[in-house]
């Protein structure tokens, strides 16, 4: 059975997050995550974001998804995962990962080196005094084995689905290797999802990953994507956000996106379980702040009953 869970983008006011984790609660959802990027420039300081929510929240599992390894010490972390963990009698699972070097290096103005070694560090230090699950972020082959080797399961973001179902292989056979089950790795994947007739916000999403972060354009080119990746990376650079995103042609638009009504993403949703061996899946709403209205908590109350 493959679970369902819940994240609003960084841009998502802390209102829309407790109301969308209530949400999430009420219609026993597995998971909701918190992302971050930088609190001071857009959206929220996940840790102390769940932290609150989770006074209010009774079921859905919490965590992050993901923070970065670069902006806190490992004590730092260890400590406030601990708090949650204990906060939440156990439902609490630490998303890490090494995030970009645009992220790291010109909002946090610290040197992104060595971010594998640091990754691997940071999480076997917390490992040693957590009780709790850690989940890597992996988007290229290498970090995806050492997450089956070193974590209790993966996040992927942007990843086209023959892609997931090599990874997922590269996982089994490493966990193999290591004489791990794979019965206790999880799989995740973080998808964009749009209730939406127009497919321009989502068409703006995959623009700005593409254009501005190399992190996800050269996985895409890798996959068969590089003419998509190639026209929006120079539009991007050439014309700005808004004009690369009219160049997100709809086959990539469907590869990494769930966007319709109600109905279409349910029934997206269950092929998305069917054709591929994904353990949860993570349905992203990252939107303007202002588009977290009424009618999308209404929307996304039906779509998880609709689930159940």
């Known amino acids: 059975m493959?679970?369902?869970g819940i994240e609003l983008g960084i841009r998502a006011p802390i209102e829309a997050i407790e109301r969308a984790a209530q949400i999430a609660d009420d219609n026993h959802v597995e998971y909701f995550l918190v992302p971050e990027t930088h609190p001071e420039?857009?959206?929220?300081n996940a840790l102390d974001t769940i932290l609150k929510i989770s006074k209010k929240v009774k079921n859905v599992k919490l965590g992050t998804g993901i923070i970065n390894v670069f902006s806190r010490t490992q004590e730092e972390i260890l400590d406030?995962?601990?708090q949650i963990h204990e906060k939440t009698d156990g439902k609490f699972v630490l998303g890490i990962g090494t995030s970009a070097p645009i992220i790291i290096e010109k909002l946090w103005n610290m040197e992104f080196k060595k971010p594998l070694s640091r990754l691997k560090n940071y999480s076997n230090f917390i490992k040693a005094k957590f009780q709790g699950q850690i989940y890597w972020a992996a988007v290229g082959e290498k970090t995806t084995k050492l997450a089956a080797e070193n974590a209790n399961g993966v996040i992927f973001f942007l990843k086209p689905r023959v892609q997931i179902s090599n990874h997922i292989d590269l996982i089994n056979?490493?966990?193999?290797?290591?004489?791990?089950?794979?019965?206790?790795?999880?799989l995740i994947s973080i998808i964009p999802t749009y209730f939406d007739v127009d497919s321009n916000q989502a068409k703006m999403?995959?623009?700005?990953?593409?254009?501005a972060n190399e992190f996800y354009s050269t996985p895409l080119s890798n996959s068969g994507f590089q003419d998509d990746v190639r026209?929006?990376?120079?539009?991007?650079?050439?014309?700005?956000l808004k004009m690369a995103a009219q160049n997100v042609g709809d086959v990539l638009l469907n590869e990494l996106t769930i966007i319709g009504s109600v109905y279409t993403c349910k029934e997206k949703i269950n092929e998305l379980i069917k054709n591929t061996k994904l353990k949860t899946i993570i349905l992203g709403f990252d939107m303007?702040?202002?588009?977290y209205t009424d009618d999308f908590f209404t929307k996304l109350d039906k779509l998880l009953k609709s689930l159940q």
């Open 288 to 291: 303007p702040k202002d588009k």
């Open 231 to 240: 026209k929006i990376k120079s539009v991007y650079e050439k014309s700005g």
């Open 41 to 44: 420039f857009f959206g929220v």
């Open 2 to 4: 493959t679970d369902i």
């Open 80 to 82: 406030s995962a601990n």
């Open 173 to 186: 056979s490493t966990l193999a290797s290591l004489d791990k089950s794979e019965d206790k790795f999880n």
């Open 205 to 211: 999403t995959l623009a700005g990953y593409i254009g």
